[in-house]
């Protein structure tokens, strides 16, 4: 059978609506997501908290302490995620336990 062929049979037998409702696991997204925020930190530094913020981004509880804290723009444009529980656990934990509001790692557990 021809390749062609081949795949077109696949395609024909293939049952679309069981393919939408896979998801990626949580464990992939966060690691992906940390992937491309490291990414985005070795191009430079992020913006800043209180511009982050001013974008209309809600920022996590820890992001918060940090944007109102008197510190430089060098620290509140750091990424705190890295130092976050949160991020070790999504990327480690299918299902973990994260709750804080507005963190990407407890949206990427679809709660």
Same mark, same amino acid.
Request: hydrophobic share 40%.
């Given at each position: 059978?021809?390749?062609?062929?081949?795949?077109?049979?696949?395609?024909?037998?293939?049952? =679309?609506?069981? *393919? #939408?409702?896979?998801?990626?696991?949580? !464990?992939?997204? %966060?690691?992906?997501?940390?992937? +491309?925020?490291?990414?985005?930190?070795?191009?430079?530094?992020?913006?800043?908290?209180?511009?982050?913020?001013?974008?209309?981004?809600?920022?996590?509880?820890? =992001?918060?302490? *940090? #944007?109102?804290?008197?510190?430089?723009? !060098?620290?509140? %444009?750091?990424?705190?995620?890295? +130092?976050?529980?949160?991020?070790?656990?999504?990327?480690?934990?299918?299902?973990?336990?994260?709750?804080?509001?507005?963190?990407?790692?407890?949206?990427?557990?679809?709660?």
């Amino acid at each position: 059978m021809a390749n062609e062929d081949f795949l077109a049979l696949m395609a024909s037998t293939s049952n =679309e609506s069981a *393919a #939408a409702d896979i998801k990626a696991p949580s !464990r992939l997204k %966060s690691r992906i997501y940390s992937a +491309l925020i490291r990414r985005l930190e070795a191009d430079g530094p992020l913006l800043d908290l209180s511009s982050t913020k001013a974008s209309g981004r809600d920022l996590c509880v820890f =992001e918060n302490v *940090a #944007a109102t804290a008197p510190v430089g723009t !060098r620290a509140t %444009s750091f990424n705190l995620c890295r +130092l976050c529980h949160a991020r070790v656990m999504g990327e480690r934990i299918e299902g973990a336990p994260i709750f804080w509001p507005h963190c990407p790692y407890a949206e990427f557990q679809g709660r």
